[in-house]
């Protein structure tokens, strides 16, 4: 990274500054001065360059909470944009650089005020990156400008801080510290606070990880177990439970089966009864519609014959439609159109003859009249051409003579002012002379006038000069009280300092806050304790109303459990019912009815007649197997329906409980936790304990601590205000001293203007006694003694008068002898061209005979506006009509007789279509009649009137009603089979008994065996959740166990490193690293202080942070850094900085360094062995600036940027080189 050059406007001290590296002086030389007074505006230009690659400075990195006000904008004091120089509205830094790629860049910050007014406010600062090959803007954004330079640069902010601007005094400091100090420089330094960092994250893990594993252990304190009686007690009780609820469900279900045989006989009672009533509702339906069913079934069968009726119907109309159209093509004739046609082409080929003899007799004449128009229109075309001839000889001929008489004018009135400048020159010879010598004359005066300027000039400053020695004396006079009431100011504040100190030493800041940390506590134990009681009685209402639904779903599960029985006895039945229908209906059953015959005896019931046959009855059969299986699959769903509700409630019954016994748990904790608070407010002191008023009493410590708090902000601005006095007596000291130094350059500058006044006199006089020379007319000298400038002026101006004069009679007079021999030459013109427009003016003539003669011959043959084009395309366009009319009449003859012969073919055709259609409508009808006369041996009456409206009803109405008549009969048939296997099944069931007891007596027994089964049920519910509880907590604890080794093993890891690199401050972690830094730091110091001083090298004292010199004149012998005298101080310091630059630059090459300061407290051959070294430095390829105001310093340096402070608070920059 190499700079090329700095520019700065309106920042700081600095109004404009412009400092080019790649122009000379700067650019021949390696090391340069940047000197300039106190608050100049040195380091301005130091911060102009952080300001254009970074958009910040080192300066203002600092403090970055206080604020400040600027121009009425409130900015922080580490805000770059304080740098805007009061006054101005907008400012800016920019920087042009060689980067790492060898490109050079010019980087920019500006920073300006809204509307480019000084009461607008400040906007954000602007950061923009050019590259000047092209002049690409590659960044105009802040965050986009950062990232963009430091790729460019190779360094960011604090590397470019600590690698190109060197401040080796740090060093100087860092040389003469302890063990722990040096540790912090060479952290800040380097910017490797990372390693304190790191160890203050290793302490705070480790107490993190420490508190964590102490917590998990005092958790696992609260998680209890049963013991082993308790344990084994509970289990038996379970499995005795167990075994008595079992019992009890298998008396329930002999119970339930009585119940329900009982239920069944009622129920297939109600079912006959039901079936009966299904059958005579068919029966009843089935008569009420018999008409309507009997017309659907006549519809139904006059479906078949829709389709001829539709032919037929079809063929009628369109034999109506052929008598229609044969009739209109027997009235159509074409003959008399034929006729017509055929006159109209005879007379279209008479006038298509006509037209074409008429062609051929205007041809020969059509050959004539196109000869003579194109000899026309040649001759037009000469005579225009002789006519535009003829009139530019005419113009021509004008503008040569009115040329000729004008010059003759110009030369008159030349030669009369020929004749007025040599009149003028011939009446003052004196001032033709002195034009003659004016080059002589003029020095001779212009030096005479600068000698005056300087004269007046250095009055002027004379007379300044000693009003600013007066208003200095004054000023003088007047910080002497300033001076005595800031002394007085300053010791009435360390009075006050000392009182207020007093007054913080009563008061014992750590008690005060002890005490109150102590008694917000107990205030905050009785508030939580207040809260906990409040909560514990919320706590106590939610245990009853979990108790409350306990009770309610113990009862839900005991009326669950009855329902779930009876639906298993259905179950049972319904499933009985359907084997024995199935049996019943076997493939045997069926075999035997197939072998039954009529008037024989049955193998099974001896009887003779046999109603049913087999396919009847397996119809019969498969119906009641359906309905069977029905009731079954009602009875399965109802049995899980009731199953999985039975289920659901043991699930909520044993989550209410499980709920229960943590809200037990939780009352438990709340009673502990109220019990600690009780504990800790027992540990607090009696006088905070017992006192009445606690909050009175906390008021009052707020209040102490309150006072201590305005006591010390009190001493924090005493101490400001005695840094303000001290500094404002210091600033005032070194006003006085500034003045008094003023007064002694204006009494210098006194003596030198008196002694510069008689030179300046002399050269005067010598300067009027060479123009006396060269000039001597009275007049002039006259008024030279009144207004000399006045009569300077005047002269010069005469002077310029004469010399125009002269100059204007030599070019008249050479003017007047060109213009007579051009006059001579436009006379000649003139008589040449009026000879060339007399033989124009005949030629044209000529022409225009020539083509009279011509137009009257062309009119004898057609007149002109009848060209030979037009005459030849009349007579073609009469001879197109007359054949386009002949072909037009031909085309419409043979369209009429095609449309005769078309009508004819087309009558035939159809003539021959009727016909055919006739023919196919007797052959319908013939088959139509045939099938009336069958349909009417199966219906009576049926006419052909009726067919035609049974045709037009709709067949989805009748298809319905025949539907629903099929309907019914099944339906009828099926109550009819289903009445009959329904009684069967009643007789069967009455006649099979399952019990001798009535119904009341089993449903009372069974209501008491599910009400016992309902209190063993929530014991054994209780009993499992204390069981499943203990299971719980017993895999919880083995889970907790298991984590606690692994987080017992995380823990040693941590402590392991906190014992070795951990602590609260990164103490021991930062002075490990900084060791290491330390020894890197110093193997790159000493490869600079080997080119600086070979006498000297750093090295480190064993694994400690101190440092030692090796003396090599002293044969190595180990110093301490505290015998270094000044000047070897500087070396070493110097080469610190320099192993710094290297150690953050890495690999990046850096070509510019400033070095700032360091140079005041050097005595003269120290500052010798200083500037030695930085000779040395130079001659490494470096471009190096050192920032000093130095005197020895600045000698010694050739080339300067000097910084000098201005009237009205800015300062100007100039490069200079002696």
């Known amino acids: 990274?190499?700079?090329?050059?700095?520019?700065?406007?309106?920042?700081?001290?600095?109004?404009?500054?412009?400092?080019?590296?790649?122009?000379?002086?700067?650019?021949?030389?390696?090391?340069?001065?940047?000197?300039?007074?106190?608050?100049?505006?040195?380091?301005?230009?130091?911060?102009?360059?952080?300001?254009?690659?970074?958009?910040?400075?080192?300066?203002?990195?600092?403090?970055?909470?206080?604020?400040?006000?600027?121009?009425?904008?409130?900015?922080?004091?580490?805000?770059?944009?304080?740098?805007?120089?009061?006054?101005?509205?907008?400012?800016?830094?920019?920087?042009?650089?060689?980067?790492?790629?060898?490109?050079?860049?010019?980087a920019s910050w500006r920073v300006g005020r809204a509307r480019n007014k000084l009461d607008g406010r400040i906007k954000e600062a602007e950061h923009q990156v050019v590259r000047l090959a092209d002049d690409t803007v590659l960044a105009s954004k802040t965050t986009e400008a950062k990232q963009l330079l430091e790729q460019l640069l190779g360094l960011n902010f604090e590397q470019f801080s600590r690698a190109v601007l060197l401040a080796?005094?740090?060093?100087?400091?860092?040389?003469?510290?302890?063990?722990?100090?040096?540790?912090?420089?060479?952290?800040?330094?380097?910017?490797?606070?990372?390693?304190?960092?790191?160890?203050?994250?290793?302490?705070?893990?480790?107490?993190?990880?420490?508190?964590?594993?102490?917590?998990?252990?005092?958790?696992?304190?609260?998680?209890?177990?049963?013991?082993?009686?308790?344990?084994?007690?509970?289990?038996?009780?379970?499995?005795?439970?167990?075994?008595?609820?079992?019992?009890?469900?298998?008396?329930?279900?002999?119970?339930?089966?009585?119940?329900?045989?009982?239920?069944?006989?009622?129920?297939?009672?109600?079912?006959?009864?039901?079936?009966?009533?299904?059958?005579?509702?068919?029966?009843?339906?089935?008569?009420?519609?018999?008409?309507?069913?009997?017309?659907?079934?006549?519809?139904?069968?006059?479906?078949?014959?829709?389709?001829?009726?539709?032919?037929?119907?079809?063929?009628?109309?369109?034999?109506?439609?052929?008598?229609?159209?044969?009739?209109?093509?027997?009235?159509?004739?074409?003959?008399?159109?034929?006729?017509?046609?055929e006159g109209e082409l005879q007379a279209a080929q008479g006038r298509l003859s006509e037209a074409k003899n008429q062609?051929?007799?205007?041809?020969?004449?059509?050959?004539?009249?196109?000869?003579?128009?194109?000899?026309?229109?040649?001759?037009?075309?000469?005579?225009?051409?002789?006519?535009?001839?003829?009139?530019?000889?005419?113009?021509?001929?004008?503008?040569?003579?009115?040329?000729?008489?004008?010059l003759d004018t110009q030369l008159n009135t030349e030669r009369q002012q020929l004749a007025q400048l040599q009149q003028a020159c011939e009446a003052d010879p004196a001032l033709t002379q002195a034009s003659e010598q004016w080059g002589q004359i003029s020095?001779?005066?212009?030096?005479?006038?600068?000698?005056?300027?300087?004269?007046?000039?250095?009055?002027?400053?004379?007379?300044?000069?000693?009003?600013?020695?007066?208003?200095?004396?004054?000023?003088?006079?007047?910080?002497?009280?300033?001076?005595?009431?800031?002394?007085?100011?300053?010791?009435?504040?360390?009075?006050?300092?000392?009182?207020?100190?007093?007054?913080?030493?009563?008061?014992?800041?750590?008690?005060?806050?002890?005490?109150?940390?102590?008694?917000?506590?107990?205030?905050?134990?009785q508030s939580q304790r207040a809260q906990l009681q409040q909560e514990l009685g919320e706590h106590r209402l939610h245990i009853d109303r979990l108790r409350h639904q306990h009770h309610s779903l113990q009862q839900q599960l005991k009326d669950t459990e009855q329902q779930d029985e009876l639906t298993r006895q259905r179950v049972l039945l319904t499933q009985e019912n359907l084997q024995q229908v199935r049996f019943r209906a076997s493939d045997n059953i069926s075999t035997l009815r197939a072998q039954l015959v009529a008037g024989q005896e049955c193998m099974v019931c001896g009887s003779t007649e046999h109603p049913y046959g087999v396919e009847h009855i397996d119809s019969h059969w498969q119906t009641l197997i359906a309905d069977f299986e029905s009731q079954y699959q009602a009875a399965e769903q109802a049995r899980e329906q009731t199953q999985q509700r039975y289920h659901a409630l043991v699930g909520q019954a044993e989550q209410c409980n499980g709920q229960l016994q943590a809200a037990l748990q939780h009352e438990a904790q709340l009673n502990r936790k109220l019990t600690q608070i009780a504990e800790a407010l027992a540990q607090l002191p009696a006088q905070l304990r017992d006192t009445d008023d606690p909050q009175a009493h906390l008021e009052q410590l707020d209040k102490k601590l309150q006072t201590y708090s305005q006591l010390s902000k009190e001493q924090q601005q005493l101490w400001q205000q005695q840094q303000a006095c001290q500094h404002e007596i210091q600033q005032l000291e070194q006003q006085n001293q500034q003045l008094q130094s003023q007064l002694e350059r204006a009494e210098q500058a006194k003596a030198y203007g008196q002694t510069r006044q008689a030179e300046l006199e002399a050269e005067q006089q010598e300067a009027l006694a060479q123009v006396k020379l060269l000039y001597s007319a009275p007049q002039w000298w006259h008024a030279f003694e009144q207004a000399p400038e006045q009569a300077i002026t005047t002269l010069g101006e005469q002077v310029q008068i004469r010399q125009q004069q002269q100059q204007q009679i030599s070019q008249l007079q050479h003017k007047i002898s060109e213009d007579e021999h051009t006059a001579q030459l436009l006379r000649q013109q003139c008589q040449d061209k009026q000879t060339q427009l007399d033989k124009a003016a005949q030629s044209r003539?000529?022409?225009?005979?020539?083509?009279?003669?011509?137009?009257?011959?062309?009119?004898?043959?057609?007149?002109?506006?009848?060209?030979?084009?037009?005459?030849?395309?009349?007579?073609?366009?009469?001879?197109?009509?007359?054949?386009?009319?002949?072909?037009?009449?031909?085309?419409?003859?043979a369209q009429l007789r095609q449309a005769q012969e078309s009508q004819a073919l087309m009558l035939a055709h159809k003539q021959q279509s009727q016909q055919q259609l006739q023919e196919a409508l007797e052959k319908v009808q013939a088959r139509y009649q045939s099938w009336l006369a069958e349909l009417q041996t199966q219906f009576d009456s049926m006419i052909e009137d009726e067919v035609e409206a049974l045709l037009q009803w709709d067949?989805?109405?009748?298809?319905?009603?025949?539907?629903?008549?099929?309907?019914?009969?099944?339906?009828?048939?099926?109550?009819?089979?289903?009445?009959?296997?329904?009684?069967?099944?009643?007789?069967?069931?009455?006649?099979?008994?399952?019990?001798?007891?009535?119904?009341?007596?089993?449903?009372e027994r069974l209501a008491q065996l599910q009400q016992e089964r309902d209190g063993s049920q929530a014991k054994l519910i209780s009993v499992n959740a204390l069981l499943k509880q203990h299971e719980d907590n017993k895999a919880y604890l083995a889970e907790q166990y298991e984590a606690l080794e692994a987080q017992q093993a995380e823990y040693e890891h941590w402590h392991l490193l906190n014992r070795l690199l951990g602590d609260a401050t990164g103490k021991t972690m930062r002075n490990l690293a900084q060791t290491q830094t330390l020894r890197i730091l110093l193997q790159y110091a000493n490869h600079h202080l080997c080119s600086l001083s070979k006498r000297y090298r750093l090295t480190v004292i064993g694994q400690s942070l101190e440092i030692a010199i090796i003396d090599r004149d002293m044969a190595d012998e180990q110093r301490s850094v505290n015998t270094l005298s000044g000047g070897e101080s500087f070396l070493v310091s110097l080469a610190l900085a320099l192993g710094l630059a290297s150690l953050s630059s890495n690999q990046v090459q850096i070509n510019s360094l400033f070095i700032d300061e360091g140079f005041g407290t050097l005595d003269p051959q120290t500052l010798s062995v200083a500037l030695d070294a930085l000779d040395a430095l130079q001659s490494q390829g470096r471009k190096v600036g050192v920032i000093s105001h130095v005197a020895e310093m600045t000698e010694r340096v050739a080339t300067q940027i000097k910084v000098q402070k201005q009237a009205g608070g800015y300062s100007s920059v100039t490069i200079s080189e002696r």
């Not at 009279?852 to 030979?868: F, K, N, W």
Request: charge should be negative; glycine fraction near 4%; aromatic fraction near 4%.
């Open 1 to 106: 990274m190499k700079l090329l050059g700095i520019q700065v406007q309106n920042l700081a001290s600095l109004a404009d500054a412009d400092i080019d590296f790649t122009q000379p002086p700067l650019k021949d030389t390696g090391l340069f001065a940047i000197t300039g007074d106190t608050g100049a505006g040195k380091s301005t230009l130091l911060d102009a360059i952080c300001l254009a690659l970074y958009g910040k400075t080192a300066r203002l990195k600092a403090d970055a909470k206080n604020k400040v006000m600027l121009n009425g904008d409130e900015l922080k004091l580490n805000d770059p944009r304080n740098l805007l120089r009061r006054g101005c509205v907008s400012g800016r830094a920019e920087v042009t650089f060689c980067g790492q790629d060898g490109n050079q860049y010019r």
């Open 168 to 341: 080796q005094h740090e060093f100087a400091a860092f040389l003469k510290a302890n063990s722990d100090e040096r540790a912090q420089l060479l952290e800040t330094l380097t910017g490797t606070a990372k390693f304190s960092v790191i160890g203050k994250a290793i302490f705070e893990h480790h107490k993190a990880k420490q508190d964590a594993l102490a917590q998990r252990k005092q958790s696992l304190n609260h998680v209890t177990l049963l013991s082993d009686e308790a344990l084994a007690e509970n289990q038996q009780t379970a499995a005795q439970l167990t075994a008595a609820i079992a019992q009890a469900r298998e008396e329930e279900k002999h119970l339930e089966q009585g119940i329900n045989w009982y239920q069944a006989c009622d129920k297939l009672a109600q079912q006959c009864a039901q079936a009966e009533q299904e059958q005579t509702q068919c029966q009843q339906r089935l008569s009420a519609q018999a008409l309507g069913f009997d017309r659907a079934r006549r519809a139904k069968a006059v479906e078949v014959i829709a389709d001829n009726r539709a032919q037929a119907r079809d063929t009628t109309a369109r034999l109506k439609q052929l008598d229609l159209d044969i009739g209109q093509l027997q009235q159509q004739d074409y003959a008399p159109q034929i006729r017509a046609a």
């Open 359 to 406: 062609l051929q007799v205007c041809t020969p004449a059509l050959q004539s009249l196109r000869e003579l128009d194109q000899q026309r229109e040649a001759n037009k075309q000469l005579l225009a051409q002789s006519c535009a001839e003829y009139n530019a000889q005419r113009e021509q001929h004008e503008v040569l003579q009115q040329r000729s008489e004008a």
């Open 443 to 525: 020095s001779a005066l212009k030096q005479w006038q600068a000698c005056q300027g300087q004269l007046n000039k250095l009055a002027e400053e004379q007379h300044q000069a000693q009003l600013n020695a007066d208003k200095d004396k004054q000023a003088q006079q007047a910080l002497q009280p300033r001076l005595t009431e800031q002394n007085r100011q300053l010791a009435d504040i360390q009075t006050r300092l000392s009182a207020t100190q007093s007054e913080l030493n009563e008061l014992d800041y750590e008690t005060l806050q002890f005490q109150r940390t102590q008694l917000a506590q107990a205030q905050q134990n």
């Open 845 to 893: 003539q000529a022409l225009t005979d020539k083509g009279d003669a011509l137009t009257r011959e062309r009119v004898a043959i057609q007149p002109l506006e009848i060209s030979a084009d037009n005459w030849h395309q009349s007579l073609l366009d009469e001879q197109q009509q007359a054949e386009a009319l002949q072909t037009q009449a031909t085309q419409g003859l």
């Open 955 to 1003: 067949k989805n109405q009748w298809q319905t009603l025949l539907d629903e008549h099929d309907a019914l009969s099944k339906a009828l048939h099926s109550a009819q089979n289903k009445h009959a296997h329904l009684q069967q099944e009643l007789q069967t069931l009455r006649a099979e008994p399952v019990t001798e007891q009535s119904q009341a007596q089993l449903t």
